[in-house]
């Protein structure tokens, strides 16, 4: 891959009436530039993370790759 890439997953604690709803937050970087965000809702700290070594294993293409 010729490029630097670098991911961070975040925690998200979403409170609403119900009670507290997690989410989590992927940030992808490429070069130290955030290239994109996706916001994972309604699933495990391990889909965040598959979905973090997804792009860092290049399987994640963004508008920026497919251009």
Known sequence: MNKSSAIEVRQLGIGSHTGTHTMYIVHMYEDDALVESRLISGRSIH????????WENGIIKTRKNLA
């Open 47 to 54: 889909y965040a993370n598959d979905v973090a070594q997804n």
